[in-house]
């Protein structure tokens, strides 16, 4: 294939928008071929410009050499031919070239130092400040260990002026403070980087590029937190960016410096194959060097023998293989030490070498820092409940309840009391009073008195070691253990022919059954004996006994057959002094009806039931009527009433796992809520408490919980720490659909973190995952996400292309809707491309398809129909049609507000107002913009878009007065861009 030059150009503008990587550097280089190929010197030039910028942000510095001597040679043979931006751009490329040199130990140092000096004569020839010139030597210097020469050219840079060569208000204090801390002059760096990270930054490599020099002087000056964050969020920055390695190394050497060699054992695993594709030696040796401290440390703790996964590699031919800690540290520092002896041959000096024992010896300047709430909440426990909520995790949790039960008790039972009395009046206590808490307390009298002893007649054993059954699965809640003493019970009731006896601990032994993971035999076992009870007219034992079935059934999914159980119960029980026993059928319906959706009904009978054991001062009843109102509630979307519901559990019930799940349902709803910052602590006392106690399921969903607490809050770092973590935690534990909601909720924090290219990668994952016809629209919506985050990072080119993959899979899962909004997109982001022609068309397909959009939803068309005049405005403007774009979107906001879309109606009056002033048409303008702030409540963004918009209307006019009162009257300051510092 052959490109013109004009295509050729088109090429080199869309490699410019890609972001660094492969395809970048393949787009490029294809570039450079057809130049070539075409013979167009100015082409030529142009691509291997872009070459030098691509090949040295995408791990290729080598490939930079090659460009930028191209470049230099054309340049000097024919300046004359080239713009001053052209000698900037090759004025600004000498800094990286002679640090390209300066990372690979088959240069000569003295092609190093030449460069430099034609580096200096050439500013100096250009009347430039000498700024960059001693930045680049004092780099030289420091690679050296020339630590006076350093100094000199410190000096010397701090000195010079800054100009147009300088690097960044970022990246030029970063060196600095990289010097700084180098002499241990920690606070000094500190505050000069201090003014950095609260200005707003434009370079991609900032300010992860500052925050990971940091993180050693906060260390040293024990602002831990404040290390931890520069961490995480330096991290962040590079961890997708080969070019970067050797500040990523920084970050694993950082992990072994802080009692962190697991997240450092991560790091290096996640890495460890760009050792064999390193941009250069020297980044290879900081890899090195960083992973051999943390894989040394592993090791000395007793840990080498754990193994890394390590990559095949084509270069050399090594296949993949794991390999243990030990062996790993050894071939890295052994790796290490020779690259450095490389360096130090071409230097002339021991500086590498030495600087490579030190890193690789350096001893940890913390014990451990917690690098999550997570992990400092663990940090300090032991597996235990929740300290911030009054939730149980395991076994008994009524004591104070049974200490009440065992003075009533103690108060009423006679001291002679016999074994027969005291079993008997432990069946009445639990079979017909309902009461756990005094049950219990008779059995310890019992126990205490007569235990299982060989006075005991057949009967009596038989009844207490049924009873003894029924305290474990009570107290215990193992009905494992419990399963042993029921059939000895039964065997010993049958034995003294005690029928009625076996059949109801039958019905306790086949409900714990159905409760330990066996639901079809313990059904079978209770269908069995119901089927007895019912036969031989045994009323009270038959209530309990269906209520037991009903149970399993609900186990098992036997959602209408359980409610028959529990009809077939209240009817067996006429007689109900204690009236639980209808309390307990009432919540059984209810939760079988909460199984089958019928939540209307679920609310009803739950509330009924709730009053009802208020009433007989019955906590515990009451305690799972809220849970199932809380259930109920969530179902139904009334999630503010379902947080009411699960918070009067927490503090009626005492059952453990009726406490455990409502404490997390309430986390869970509160999470995603306006209510989320209240949460947080919760979730990472729940997390740490679950991690601890090993149950991997359950906190693996509370990560995720915590995950969605943290984005709502605001807190963008935590909150994609916690979802990666909670994404590979629920996929360990089979939760695959949770782990790809939670990457959905990733790519939203990535977005908000400005971590674009991370958020198009989950989102192209999950088109991957997500295959087959039924997931179609999933897929659309992920394509329609990727596009919209496209445009707004100004990648309009891209988006276009998202779009149109997102229209392809709605119009093919028949969601015509979905596919008309994302059909206005497409041409929104088209009109911004070179050719406005080419958003025109995409403007037509847009308009044809809206027009055959079916009317079976009038007011969904009514919209899509209206919001396509609003997109067809920006379309118009765009190809310099303005009165055209004022035409079209004139009727947009009436329509749109009688359908009551009444903010889309005020965005359509905002484009409207600017396309008048765009015109000229001021007073027509101004009484739109007017319209808009009188009508928009004052907390939104197109509220304030407004005011600023005719604050500036106002100022433009003369009308400075009437400006200054609108800034007072909404407390703005002078200018946009204060209001927009003062958020960052």
Known sequence: MTYTADELRSLLEQAVDMPYGPSQVAQVEEAIRHADALGDERLRFDARMLGTDVYTFSGEPAKALVTFSWCLGAFDRASERFTPWDDEQLRWHYKWIVRALRDFPEIPLERTRALLDDMERRYRLGGHSLHAVYTSRWNLARHLGDRAEADRWFELWCAAPRDENSDCEGCDPTSKVE??????????????????????????????????????????????????????????????????????????????????????????????????????????????????????????????????????????????????????????????????ARFDARNGTTACGEDTERRLTTPPLVGYLPLSAVAKASSHRTPTRSSTMPAATSGWDGQSRLDRARAVVRQELPENATADELLDRFEHALETLDDEHRALALWEIFDERFGIVEHLTERQRARAVDIRARVIVIRERDHAAAEKPFQEAIERYRRCGDENAARVAE??????????????????LIEDAVAWLRQHEHPAALTRGELRLAEGLCSMGRFDEALLAVTRAEESCPSD?????????????????????????????AE???????????????????????????????????????????????????????????????????????????????????????????????????????????????????????????????????????????????????????????????????????????????????????????????????FAAAEQCYRTANQAYDAARVLRARAVAASWLRDPEIGLRALDDAERFVVSLPTSSDEAAAYEAAMLEVDAAQVLANADRPGEAVDRIAGAPGRLRAIGAFGEALEAELICARLLLGLGRIAEGETVLRSVVAASPHDTAIHRSAVWTLIAVLDETGRRVDAAALRAAYDLPERLDDELDGDD
Not at 507 to 524: D, F, K, Q, Y
Not at 673 to 695: I, K, P, Q, T
Request: charged share 25%.
């Open 577 to 605: 002094p204690s009236r639980t026993a209808r309390l307990r059928c009432g919540l059984t319906s209810a939760f079988c009806l909460l199984a089958v959706g019928r939540f209307d009904e679920v609310v009803m009978l």
């Open 608 to 802: 009924s039931v709730r009053e009802q054991s208020r009433e007989l001062d019955r906590p515990d009843i009451e305690g799972f009527a809220n849970a199932c109102l809380g259930h109920a509630f969530e179902g139904m979307g009334e999630y503010p009433a379902a947080v009411e519901a699960f918070e009067d559990v927490l503090s009626t019930s005492e059952d453990p796992q009726v406490l455990d799940q409502a404490r997390n349902q309430r986390a869970h709803l509160l999470a995603n809520s306006a209510r989320a910052a209240e949460v947080v602590d919760e979730l990472v006392e729940m997390v740490a408490d679950l991690v601890a106690r090993g149950d991997e399921t359950a906190a693996a969903s509370a990560h995720f919980d915590l995950a969605i607490a943290y984005h709502v809050a605001g807190e963008f770092l935590d909150a994609a720490e916690t979802a990666e973590t909670a994404v590979r935690a629920l996929g360990a534990v089979g939760m695959t659909g949770a782990a790809d909601r939670c990457r959905y909720r990733l790519s939203q924090i990535y977005t908000d973190l400005g971590e674009t290219d991370q958020a198009l990668a989950v989102l192209d994952e999950l088109v991957a995952r997500l295959d087959g016809f039924d997931n179609l629209a999933v897929r659309g919506q992920m394509h329609e996400d990727a596009g919209n985050i496209l445009y707004g990072a100004d990648r309009e080119a891209a988006a276009v292309d998202r």
């Open 179 to 340: 010097h700084l801390a180098g002499l241990g002059r920690d606070e000094e760096a500190i505050a000069l980087a201090e003014p950095v990270l609260v200005g707003r930054l434009t370079c991609h490599q900032q300010p992860h590029s500052m925050l990971t020099v940091l993180m050693v002087p906060y260390l040293r000056t024990g602002q831990l937190d404040k290390a931890r964050d520069a961490h995480l969020r330096g991290y962040r920055g590079f961890r997708d960016r080969l070019a970067d390695l050797s500040e990523i190394s920084e970050h694993i050497a950082f992990c072994g410096l802080t009692g962190n060699e697991a997240r450092g054992l991560e790091l290096i695993e996640r890495h460890l194959d760009w050792l064999d594709r390193a941009p250069s030696p020297r980044c290879a040796l900081r890899f090195a060097e960083a992973s051999a401290l943390v894989l040394g440390r592993l090791t000395a703790a007793g840990r080498g023998a754990l193994t890394v996964y390590r990559r095949a590699a084509a270069v050399t031919g090594r296949a993949a293989v794991d390999v243990t800690v030990e062996a790993l540290a050894d071939e890295l520092a052994a790796f290490a030490r020779a690259q450095a």
């Open 507 to 524: 019905t306790w032994l086949g409900r714990s059954l159905a409760r330990h993971g066996e639901p079809g035999r313990g059904v079978a």
